[in-house]
């Protein structure tokens, strides 16, 4: 055969993304009395179910409209019907995201009409529908995220006097961070809407009856009057505009917007905190000492971490965030890689993550968009990384590596605390610095005697003369 390679990709390969439903329902877990079913097939809901409980260790409820043979030639909307009968019988929610899967979009059920005519049908029933198109292979878990809120704020947000408030949208955090974000708007004296707000839906306490309600999250008056803002943070730089919340705030109600980096690292965080004064907030005294402790812990760290040569992969917005933190410390970001389609990301990333390697006279990075688990280890491979940062996902190249790999984003499945995990803030950014710098340490401590007997006994053209 003659011409060019053919790149051709085995179906079994493993992603580095999950599906847009993933998303969706976890977005909609971050809203007050909220419930969520899927149209499509029951698997779909099984798998994010398990997906979501083992990172989150907590029971997650997600409906289906469990769409059979018949109901996938016919079409399904009476199973739809049936599914969000048996939802409200069930749990009394206030409000239902209906999301779409795969098998649903492929056969091109409409379901804003199934919802406008399950609300013409039953008008006592006192539930708010907010249909979602999240199409599994339609992108990526972060992207099925955005769309929810997207199409929560559409519905909901609703004309209202200007409130001084700022809004707060972010991309999937950890419900510690999320908690977290909380303190420190409040901390600031900023009156809020954070959407949406995991924290005690997906990180709950321990309780003597179960709830299959969850009470925590964004209210739905709250994401109503979001329209009256003073302005919207929007904890995201990848977003198309026709995806963002705050785009839709911004042209329909005249609401600023303003994308952030994700505050991670020094320079996202102050940056952050030139925001929190221009809107009026004033950063309490803590934050200051806060910053010295996360300057300090660069200056403890950062003879270990100029040894690190990283591999940094997940989400788009976490990966931009992670690489920050990284460049500022030393650490080279020697493979840079999602799974999703986002040709905006090596633009983002790629000229401080060389000028970076440029420093330590390491190799230049690799930026990868759209790809699987394959070319990650691939890429790892050829980078020599000694170190990756991620979600556990990447556990199986760490193995097959030998190398460290620091778990702090969705999903973590082979741990415990997922839930838990910082990285936002001074506070975040520190934790995960800390653990960069002890990974060195522990690959060093492991692997002096050897290396060193390796390179000055053995072999090697300077190798020690023996008598
Ligand atoms: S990829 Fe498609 S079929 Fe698979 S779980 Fe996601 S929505 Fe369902």
């Known amino acids: 055969m003659t011409g060019a390679p053919v790149n051709l990709v085995a179906g079994s390969v493993n992603p580095c993304k999950m599906c847009m439903p993933m998303g969706a329902a976890t977005a909609l877990c971050g809203v007050q009395n909220c419930m969520t079913i899927l149209h499509g097939s029951q698997g779909c809901a099984t798998y994010i179910r398990r997906h979501m409980a083992t990172h989150f260790n907590e ?9 059979t043979e018949q109901g996938t030639v016919f079409g399904g909307e009476e199973n739809l019907r049936r599914g969000l009968h048996n939802l409200m019988t069930l749990y009394h929610p206030d409000i239902i995201g209906i999301a779409t899967t795969c098998l649903a979009e492929t056969i091109g059920e409409d379901v804003a009409a199934m919802a406008e005519q399950f609300g013409r049908d039953n008008p006592g029933a006192g539930v708010t529908l907010v249909p979602i198109s999240a199409p599994g292979y339609g992108g990526t878990q972060n992207e099925g995220f955005f769309r929810a809120l997207r199409a929560l704020t559409k519905q909901l947000a609703a004309d209202t006097a ?4 700022v809004n707060v ?7 510690a961070d999320t908690r977290w974000l909380k303190g420190f708007l409040e901390a600031c ?30 209210p739905m008056d709250g994401i109503a009057a979001m329209a009256g803002a003073a302005c919207t943070w929007e904890f995201s730089e990848f977003l198309d505009d026709e995806e963002s919340p705050g785009f839709f705030l911004q042209e329909r109600f005249g609401v600023p917007l303003v994308r952030l980096p994700l505050p991670v690292g020094l320079r996202a965080m102050d940056r952050w905190l030139e925001q929190i004064r221009a809107a009026g907030g004033t950063p309490a005294d803590a934050v200051r000492s806060e910053r010295g402790r996360y300057l300090d812990a660069m200056v403890d760290g950062h003879k270990y971490c100029a040894k690190a040569r990283a591999a940094v992969f997940g989400e788009p917005d976490f990966v931009k965030a992670v690489v920050s933190l990284c460049c500022e410390n030393g650490i080279v970001p020697s493979v840079v890689a999602t799974g999703s389609a986002c040709p905006a990301l090596p633009a983002h990333v790629e000229a401080e993550a060389a000028a970076c390697a440029e420093n330590v006279f390491a190799r230049p990075p690799v930026v990868l968009t759209g790809c699987d688990f394959a070319d990650i280890e691939d890429a790892c491979r050829r980078a020599e990384v000694n170190l990756m940062i991620g979600n556990s996902d990447g556990r199986r190249i760490a193995g097959a590596l030998g190398i460290e790999l620091i778990r702090c984003a969705f999903p973590i499945h082979d741990r415990v605390g997922g839930q838990r995990v910082r990285v936002l803030g001074f506070e975040g950014s520190l934790s995960l610095l800390d653990q960069a710098a002890n990974a060195m340490l522990k690959r060093t401590e492991e692997r002096f005697r050897e290396e060193a007997y390796e390179a000055y006994f053995r072999g090697g053209e300077n190798h020690v003369v023996s008598h």
Not at 59 to 67: C, Q, R
Not at 162 to 165: A, K, N, Q, S
Not at 201 to 212: E, M, S, W
């Open 189 to 218: 004296g900023l009156t809020y809407t954070l959407l949406p707000d995991l924290s005690d839906n997906l990180d709950g306490v321990a309780a003597v009856r179960y709830d299959r309600l969850k009470h925590g999250g964004t």
């Open 59 to 67: 029971p997650v409820d997600i409906a289906s409209s469990s769409l």
């Open 162 to 165: 200007p409130h001084g408030g």
């Open 169 to 175: 949208v972010t991309p999937q955090i950890s419900p």
